[in-house]
């Protein structure tokens, strides 16, 4: 499985709800990532997003476009949220991989403005 395989199963899976199995399957034990509204280790992540599986169950993540350079991958992804008046999320995950696992984790997430002037949308 190349890398860009594995990061965009891992997103899959995380997002129906099977995060311990996604983290089973691709995440190191010595992981680290770059979300700043949680701890930078592998235990923080994996509950805020477990939880985060159980709060907002009805949510679709459908991947946009998907990069690879080595060790690291880049998706572009469009969150969909069921919550009644809640926008469209574009996020983009950065991944770092090492010996088939990833490693290290950046995301960045905006809200996609229905009123935005730019005619070129986010996706």
Request: avoid cysteine.
């Given at each position: 499985?190349?890398?860009?395989?594995?990061?965009?199963?891992?997103?899959?899976?995380?997002?129906?709800?099977?995060?311990?199995?996604?983290?089973?399957q691709f995440i190191a034990s010595n992981f680290i990532h770059h979300n700043p509204y949680f701890r930078g280790d592998r235990a923080s992540l994996l509950a805020a997003?477990?939880?985060?599986?159980?709060?907002?169950?009805?949510?679709?993540?459908?991947?946009?476009?998907?990069?690879?350079?080595?060790?690291?991958?880049?998706?572009?992804?469009?969150?969909?949220?069921?919550?009644?008046?809640?926008?469209?999320?574009?996020?983009?995950?950065?991944?770092?991989?090492?010996?088939?696992?990833?490693?290290?984790?950046?995301?960045?997430?905006?809200?996609?403005?229905?009123?935005?002037?730019?005619?070129?949308?986010?996706?």
């Amino acid at each position: 499985m190349t890398h860009k395989e594995a990061a965009t199963t891992f997103l899959k899976m995380a997002s129906a709800g099977d995060v311990r199995a996604a983290y089973d399957q691709f995440i190191a034990s010595n992981f680290i990532h770059h979300n700043p509204y949680f701890r930078g280790d592998r235990a923080s992540l994996l509950a805020a997003m477990e939880d985060a599986a159980r709060t907002h169950p009805n949510r679709s993540l459908d991947i946009q476009r998907v990069w690879e350079d080595g060790d690291t991958v880049i998706t572009h992804s469009r969150v969909t949220r069921q919550d009644p008046g809640a926008p469209p999320i574009a996020v983009v995950h950065i991944f770092r991989f090492a010996n088939d696992r990833v490693v290290e984790l950046w995301d960045l997430g905006q809200p996609v403005d229905p009123k935005s002037p730019n005619d070129n949308g986010m996706f």
